[in-house]
């Protein structure tokens, strides 16, 4: 587990991060979503160590990083962003460096590096120096470095740039699997990415935390909204069933959207405080149906998590948590 | 025992990647042409003393280039790329870091001293009567010393900045006046100043051991700074994840 707590940091006169605390829970992949500048970076080298905090404290698997950072340090497994290593090694002589740099020696050493081989598909290259190596190789190979110790923790630092969708696929379930009793977070700017690999989202904006939570909860509790799609015979009819429908109690607006075929999609908003969701659906099915409309779809609208990130960057750091977990607000 | 472990693999790493990068071969050639030069042009005179002492004599001037050389890409190359990154949040203490890059800069510094053995070698087969060998083992002692300790000036350098270029001209810099305040400078400074620039004279030191007399408190002036000045690097390490 990892929590960060209150977390400050400035460069000169700018400020990265600015009172950031959140959580990542064990056992659940976390995504770290934030435009550029946002503080994500910083807020991954303050947790793997790489740099301290002006303020505020990280604890990860209960033992305070300012404390102990070289037992913090030992316990997480980390990528950093675009794979930095050294290029003039072969794979497998770097990953044996950077498993004694962990302690690992003789035998545990080079059963550690055949896993993390085998583990990141690394066969066909491992004698070949990592500069020779194409950028999606480049990144298995950083991959490997990370899971090379079997550490409790990963940190991920856009793990999936640089590869093919096939190996975006294979990234995303070495990930999973990876998650299984691990404590995972990734940073990444590829949003249907995190959508499917991660269980929970941390955002950050302008140094501040924007969004703490469940993906699922932060998806589907962001609005309160019906999407309805109908194909209408007339465009009279359409705009009756608009008038009808914009009439309705406790809808507050209905946003209509032309489409092919005379076919209309509307976003319906709505005061869940005025109007149980399933009677609106009732009514609005009822309504299309009676000036003869063919309905095509009703559902909640559900939105994704680009739509989500848009808004709260728009919105700015002000603290959505569907949760009440310590440290959830900014 | 596990951070000497540690240690050591870095400074193995480190030892290794100066052989296969194009720098690591060309001070490697530099020195020993540079030593193979003067050995004909001062060593193998007919009736001149079968002696290296030349050799030793103008060893600080002549390690002044070579050493930041090795010593420049030690962090400033990791600094650039990004690979520090990786080592600095590695479970190894920045003590350990800044002990195994110097050690494996040291290594290398050794393996161009051994590639300067033919012309010891050269020297026992022409000379006759033979030469002492207690001055040449001497020599090698302090030109060894001599080496570590401008490497580790170059260490510190390196922790400071990324750039290769302002590490080595950084560290040679500081290096060259150094040299030239204990030798020329020391003539010129008031009497206080110049008692402390001839307690850091390295040059006066080195005569000591050319001449074949290993004075202990000469070693202890170089393993003292040495170590010294590793650990000036390893608090900018230190310092570094403060900034």
């Given at each position: 587990m990892i929590e960060a707590v209150d977390l400050q940091k400035t460069f000169g006169r700018v400020h990265?991060?600015?009172?950031v605390s959140f959580a990542v829970p064990p056992g659940q992949v976390t995504g770290l979503l934030g435009s550029n500048g946002a503080g994500k970076s910083t807020t991954i080298r303050i947790i793997t160590g790489y740099t301290s905090p002006n303020a505020g404290w990280v604890r990860v698997g209960g033992v305070l990083a300012s404390r102990d950072p070289i037992r913090v340090r030992r316990s997480i497994g980390y990528l950093p962003e675009?794979?930095?290593?050294?290029?003039?090694?072969p794979v497998q002589s770097l990953l044996s460096f950077r498993a004694s740099l962990h302690g690992l020696h003789g035998k545990a050493r080079k059963q550690a590096v055949c896993q993390a081989i085998d583990s990141c598909g690394l066969q066909a290259v491992r004698?070949?120096?990592?500069?020779?190596?194409?950028k999606g190789y480049k990144q298995r190979v950083g991959l490997a470095t990370a899971i090379l110790h079997d550490p409790p923790v990963l940190v991920l630092d856009?793990?999936?740039?640089?590869?093919?969708p096939g190996q975006i696929t294979e990234t995303r379930s070495l990930i999973r699997r990876l998650a299984e009793g691990r404590t995972v977070l990734v940073s990444s700017h590829i949003l249907p990415e995190i959508e499917r690999t991660c269980d929970r989202v941390v955002m950050l904006a302008r140094g501040r935390l924007c969004a703490e939570g469940d993906l699922k909860t932060l998806l589907a509790g962001g609005e309160h909204e019906l999407v309805a799609e109908a194909r209408f015979r007339t465009p009279a009819s359409s705009s009756e069933a608009l008038a009808r429908a914009r009439a309705i109690?406790?809808?507050?607006r209905v946003l209509p959207r032309a489409m092919d075929g005379g076919v209309a999609r509307w976003r319906v908003e709505f005061d869940p405080a005025s109007i149980d969701e399933a009677e609106l659906r009732r009514t609005i099915g009822a309504l299309l149906a009676s000036v003869g409309a063919e309905v095509r779809l009703l559902e909640r609208e559900r939105a994704s998590l680009e739509q989500l990130f848009l808004r709260l960057m728009e919105q700015g750091p002000e603290t959505q948590a569907d949760d009440a977990e310590p440290g959830s607000k900014a | 025992m596990r951070s000497f472990r540690v240690a050591w693999a870095i400074a193995g790493r480190e030892f290794a990647a100066l052989f296969r990068v194009p720098v690591g071969w060309l001070v490697l050639a530099l020195y020993a042409g540079l030593w193979g030069g003067m050995f004909v042009q001062f060593?193998?005179?007919?009736?001149?003393?079968?002696?290296l002492r030349p050799l030793f004599a103008t060893a600080a001037w002549l390690m002044l280039p070579i050493a930041p050389a090795i010593s420049m890409r030690l962090f400033s190359d990791e600094l650039r790329t990004g690979s520090y990154e990786l080592i600095a949040t590695s479970p190894v203490g920045d003590l350990v870091l800044a002990i195994g890059k110097f050690a494996g800069a040291g290594l290398f510094l050794l393996a161009m001293l051994v590639a300067t053995l033919p012309l010891v070698v050269v020297l026992l087969m022409v000379s006759d009567p033979m030469p002492d060998i207690g001055p040449m083992l001497a020599g090698y002692l302090s030109v060894s010393l001599l080496g570590v300790l401008f490497l580790s000036v170059g260490l510190l350098a390196s922790t400071l900045t990324a750039s290769q270029t302002l590490s080595f001209l950084g560290a040679m810099l500081a290096l060259f006046v150094w040299l030239l305040a204990t030798t020329a400078g020391r003539s010129r400074a008031p009497e206080g100043i110049a008692e402390v620039l001839a307690l850091l004279a390295i040059t006066d030191r080195l005569e000591g051991f050319a001449k074949g007399v290993i004075d202990t408190g000469d070693v202890v002036f170089f393993v003292v700074l040495t170590g010294w000045f590793v650990l000036a690097s390893s608090v900018c390490l230190s310092v570094r994840r403060w900034l």
């Open positions: 990265a991060l600015s009172g675009s794979a930095p290593t050294y290029g003039e090694m004698r070949r120096r990592v500069g020779q190596l194409s856009e793990p999936s740039n640089g590869l093919d109690e406790g809808v507050d | 060593v193998l005179v007919p009736g001149a003393p079968a002696t």
